[in-house]
């Protein structure tokens, strides 16, 4: 195994034999129905990668109870179990959203008499309407145009133990905050939370995001390998609406293909290659563990703290 930084670097052959329980938790069809448009996952990376990885979270819950225990005996009262906070991140178009959506199954399979919720920081963005009054529009998904405030009191509140929070509802079909919809986080006692800014900090806060993380996770890749998954997400995106004019990608399926395509590669050179490189990379190192994708979305590499 070799050592950088602060990390464990592990190669997918070895990580792969640190936990084997014969357990085949997924089809092929499940996984299908669990991937984001564009992302690749297999029943061989559940094995190798996956199910690794929900025994070292499992490792990281115990730990957890156990110091939650300890300090209830050293205050001579009980202490209510918190949540157990997953944070997930990476870049747009990395698979954060597929690895959020995958460790939350494989945990509720694996721990079926606990409850596990998954949130995305997408409800956290200022509508488009209060973007385009601050003329950061084109900013959106950069630190500024998110409600981080709120998102703080938000995980403040699920550690506290409160029910049934209510948190904005985002549309990735007309790509802005639904007016008037929510998701409740009803005390789970595990809750995953996935965003490209999980693990950045509020301006002027005390408090970071990471303080209420009890394991994390940030999702790698090089740069040229996320902008091809990027514009083939975008012509998906494009085919998908197609025929749905409230589709906020609709707009651009009126202009020639190749103008479509430039625009798509303009906004990720201008925007999210820019957001990539200044927000969230710089990040990276605060994740407890780091997996770090090749080719075709596969896990090549894992990177875990010391």
Known sequence: MQETMNFYQIPREQWQGFYTNGMMPF????????????????????????????????????????????????????????????GIAGSVAVGKSTTARLVQNLLARLFPRRTVQLITTDGF???NAVLEERGI???????????????????????SGKENIPIPKYSHDVYDIVDGEYELIDSPDILIVEGINVFQNPLNQRLYMTDYFDFSLYIDAGVDNIET???????????????????????????????????????WRDINLVNLENYIEPTRNR??????????????????KK
């Not at 929900?54 to 115990?62: A, G, Q, R, S």
């Not at 900013?139 to 699920?158: A, C, H, Q, T, W």
Request: proline share 3%; hydrophobic share 40%; net charge negative.
């Open 125 to 127: 963005l200022y509508p």
């Open 287 to 304: 994740a407890e563990l780091i997996l770090h994708k090749g080719d075709n979305h596969k896990i090549d590499l894992i990177h875990l």
């Open 27 to 86: 089809t092929q069809e499940e996984l299908d129905n669990i991937k984001s448009l564009n992302d690749r996952i297999s029943v061989q990376d559940v094995e190798d990668v996956y199910v690794p990885l929900c025994h070292l979270i499992h490792l990281y819950m115990k730990e957890f109870e156990s110091l939650t225990l300890s300090k209830g005996l050293f205050l001579h009262r009980y202490v209510k179990m918190p949540p157990f906070i997953i």
């Open 137 to 159: 529009m084109d900013r959106k998904g950069f630190p500024e145009s998110y409600d981080m405030e709120n998102l703080i009191d938000v995980l403040n509140e699920v550690k």
């Open 229 to 267: 998954w990027y514009l083939e997400r975008f012509q998906t995106l494009l085919d998908l609406a197609k025929n749905d004019e409230k589709n906020y990608y609709h707009r651009f399926t009126k202009i020639r293909k190749e103008d479509a395509l430039a625009l798509a590669q303009k906004t």
